[in-house]
């Protein structure tokens, strides 16, 4: 089985319009929607939900007022500043709660208890075009990074209960924890990005993670018409370090389209300019030996 993932060192570079498009090319998949924190997939998608899981992300502190006396011994020892006394009332702030548990354990009246954070889940089932598995962080929750490893884990399940060959993970964007628990012991890794300045910085943030992983990575860039220069400037900086360009896309307002209609672009019209460039780059990285 392979697994492969689809990164993005920024936002709005068209990271999860091309791994839609990789995800309904031919053969069934599985595709795992790792931008827990936003994903959006499954809007695409819509697959049918065949397994629900509530995900854990942490505690948080609730203050029963029948047993609190005010004495603030709580907002003394909060280091996260997450309690106040306001109009002589004990407050607790949700977003600023670490779920520490300090609080709980010192409070003399035993006024503090704490709530799991259980608004979060995790998806599968069934898409199109195979199987599909996303993870959705509630708003104000933590820990993504474990959200994703959830995420890849039952994908690998998913993947051998019904014995398809390729995993798609569409990554998060960015360099931190998500992205790195969506790329420890992928196969291989492909970085959308984009025509700016901007774009080759954080492609070059990018690849310094990937290489920590020893990953073969292979670098799309989107849009590229719009600013040749730099687009050259991006491929200069590829060979130079010895990073594959799997290819170049051109910009094309159909891609707007096709969501619209809730299509990827290889769905929406398999004959634009486009489409025809992503099926190319698709089989260069199938065929890369790892």
Same mark, same amino acid.
Request: some cysteine; hydrophobic content about 40%; overall charge negative.
């Given at each position: 089985m392979t697994q492969i993932a689809v990164i993005s060192g920024k936002g709005g570079t068209g990271k999860s319009s091309i791994a839609a498009a990789f995800a309904t090319l031919n053969g069934k998949v599985v595709v795992a929607d790792c931008d827990v924190d936003a994903a959006n997939l499954?809007?695409?998608?819509?697959?049918?939900?065949?397994?629900?899981?509530?995900?854990?992300?942490?505690?948080?502190?609730?203050?029963?007022?029948?047993?609190c006396t005010g004495c603030g011994i709580c907002e003394s020892y909060c280091r996260f500043d997450a309690i106040s006394i306001i109009d002589k009332k004990v407050v607790i702030s949700e977003i600023s709660c670490d779920g520490c548990f300090l609080c709980s354990h010192i409070c003399p009246e035993k006024a503090i208890t704490m709530v799991r954070n259980d608004k979060s889940r995790m998806y599968s089932g069934s898409f199109r075009n195979g199987k599909m598995v996303y993870g959705r962080l509630a708003p104000g929750e933590e820990n993504s990074g474990k959200l994703v490893n959830m995420v890849r884990e039952k994908a690998k399940e998913v993947a051998k209960i019904n014995n398809l060959d390729t995993t798609i993970l569409d990554g998060p964007p960015g360099?931190?924890?998500?992205?790195? #628990?969506?790329?420890?012991?992928?196969? @291989?890794?492909?970085?959308?990005? &984009?025509? /700016? +300045?901007? %774009?080759?910085?954080?492609?070059?943030?990018?690849?310094?993670?990937?290489?920590?992983?020893?990953?073969?990575?292979?670098?799309?860039?989107?849009?590229?018409?719009?600013?040749? #220069?730099?687009?050259?400037?991006?491929? @200069?900086?590829?060979?130079?370090? &010895?990073? /594959? +360009?799997? %290819?170049?896309l051109p910009f094309d307002k159909q891609m707007t389209e096709a969501m619209v209609q809730l299509k990827s672009i290889t769905e929406f019209n398999p004959y634009l300019e486009i489409s025809n460039k992503i099926k190319v780059i698709w089989k260069k990285i199938l065929n890369q030996k790892k």
């Open positions: 499954y809007l695409l998608f819509n697959p049918i939900h065949e397994e629900e899981i509530v995900y854990i992300s942490g505690s948080k502190a609730v203050i029963n007022y029948s047993l360099i931190g924890c998500p992205v790195i #628990s969506t790329i420890t012991g992928v196969d @291989k890794v492909v970085i959308v990005t &984009e025509p /700016t +300045i901007s %774009g080759l910085h954080d492609l070059q943030r990018t690849i310094e993670i990937v290489k920590k992983f020893s990953l073969p990575a292979f670098v799309v860039i989107n849009k590229y018409n719009l600013n040749s #220069s730099m687009s050259n400037q991006i491929e @200069k900086w590829c060979t130079q370090n &010895e990073i /594959t +360009i799997a %290819g170049k």
